[in-house]
């Protein structure tokens, strides 16, 4: 068998790269389109997750970074700086150290999920805490990227968009054809127009996020593409709103975010594929949470189960088209936020003399 080589490789002839462009890369990508029977019952339509925890860094931004941070890598700058709830921040810090550039990462402070700190601090970027949310953090690397010779990382850097939009090649590749409905947690916006993208230049289409004519330059693989479902946590939830949020709130914290950056292109994702953005609320996102990790056997973090938890919600309103083909992404690994998954749990197990006649005792064999 041979080795996935990450998704500038995989898919570089749709993705806006020349061949002697340096590839920073971790072998992102090729993550598991996983059956889901549990969900599938459910809610009466076939159900898969994308199970992007299994990038390198434990989360989807990986591929986008790839793209980034390559197109740093090519230029004269030597530091990147991004915002973040935190993965993208872990991301940035892993990819900064294969690019050999240094990392600055914006974070509201207190609301960054420990196993995502940890990964910042060991490769080793610079982190400024910020007292505010992710909308002022973002609103600070712009600034810095503006008036000094720093690159800015986030997703509205168009390259991340680029290296994202590989995991809707990977779920056509896999399913032989695009699903009926994509279902994904909405945060910051950039994923959902990243799918988008991507399902729409395998089809031979472009859309405003297309930077080249590699939709219709290269012949179609799909030959549709599916309904954008968008879920958004009940108190961070401006495009349900239809304003933004000035104080977002969610024990989600990786979709804690009031204002955007992708606001225009989610709402074309949302529209232009008649499809919908809904929100759930934090209780509906943590028993989404373990039921994904009791009943498939998946272990994301909770704004990965946003995305399932506004199914369900969405299949008990019967608004589920029954049989039809479902793709959730969730988009980060569980390991990441052990801390809020444990919060509902008995986490202290019963500890026992070292002979198999207690253990036998305490099973009550
Ligand atoms: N799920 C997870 C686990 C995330 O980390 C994010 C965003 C999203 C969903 C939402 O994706 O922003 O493209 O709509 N995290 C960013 C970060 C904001 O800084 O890591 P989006």
Do not use: H
């Given at each position: 068998a041979r080795q996935w080589r990450g998704v500038v490789e995989e898919y570089r002839d749709r993705l806006p790269i020349g061949p002697d462009d340096p590839v920073v890369t971790l072998g992102e990508g090729g993550?598991?389109?996983?059956?889901?029977?549990?969900?599938?019952?459910?809610?009466?339509?076939?159900?898969?997750?994308?199970?992007?925890?299994?990038?390198?860094?434990?989360?989807?931004?990986?591929?986008?970074?790839?793209?980034?941070?390559?197109?740093?890598?090519?230029?004269?700058?030597?530091?990147?700086?991004?915002?973040?709830?935190?993965?993208?921040?872990?991301?940035?810090?892993?990819y900064a150290v294969r690019a050999g550039l240094g990392c600055v990462v914006i974070l509201p402070d207190g609301k960054i999920a420990a196993g995502k700190l940890a990964q910042a601090i060991v490769h080793g970027s610079t982190l400024?805490?910020?007292?505010?949310?992710?909308?002022?953090?973002?609103?600070?690397?712009?600034?810095?990227?503006?008036e000094y010779p720093v690159e800015l990382v986030n997703s509205v850097n168009p390259y991340r968009l680029q290296g994202q939009k590989t995991a809707a090649f990977e779920v056509v590749d896999a399913l032989g054809d695009a699903p009926d409905i994509h279902v994904?947690?909405?945060?910051?916006?950039?994923?959902?127009?990243?799918?988008?993208?991507?399902?729409?230049?395998?089809?031979?289409?472009?859309?405003?996020?297309?930077?080249?004519?590699?939709?219709?330059?290269?012949?179609?693989?799909?030959?549709r593409v599916p309904r954008m479902w968008g879920v958004q946590a009940e108190g961070a939830a401006p495009f349900v709103k239809g304003a933004a949020v000035e104080h977002p709130e969610t024990v989600a914290t990786a979709i804690r975010i009031g204002n955007p950056a992708s606001w225009s292109l989610a709402q074309a994702a949302r529209d232009d594929s008649e499809g919908r953005i809904d929100a759930v609320g934090d209780a509906q996102i943590?028993?989404?949470?373990?039921?994904?990790?009791?009943?498939?056997?998946?272990?994301?973090?909770?704004?990965?189960?946003?995305?399932?938890?506004?199914?369900?919600?969405?299949?008990?309103?019967g608004e589920v088209p029954k049989d039809a083909r479902i793709v959730c992404t969730v988009t980060g690994n569980g390991l990441k936020d052990t801390a809020t998954a444990l919060g509902r749990a008995e986490v202290a197990p019963t500890v026992v003399a070292p002979t198999l006649a207690a253990v036998v005792e305490t099973l009550g064999l």
């Open positions: 993550t598991p389109l996983v059956e889901a029977p549990a969900l599938t019952e459910r809610v009466g339509a076939r159900v898969w997750l994308k199970v992007e925890g299994a990038n390198p860094t434990g989360s989807f931004k990986d591929r986008g970074m790839t793209m980034a941070m390559s197109k740093v890598a090519a230029g004269d700058a030597r530091m990147v700086v991004c915002a973040s709830t935190g993965n993208t921040s872990a991301s940035a810090a892993a400024v805490a910020v007292d505010g949310n992710f909308d002022d953090c973002l609103n600070i690397a712009r600034g810095l990227a503006e994904l947690p909405v945060g910051n916006a950039g994923n959902i127009s990243a799918y988008w993208l991507g399902y729409n230049e395998y089809a031979g289409r472009t859309t405003a996020a297309s930077v080249d004519d590699v939709a219709t330059r290269l012949e179609p693989v799909a030959t943590l028993d989404a949470q373990s039921l994904i990790a009791s009943e498939v056997g998946v272990f994301v973090e909770p704004a990965s189960a946003a995305s399932v938890a506004g199914l369900l919600a969405l299949a008990e309103l």
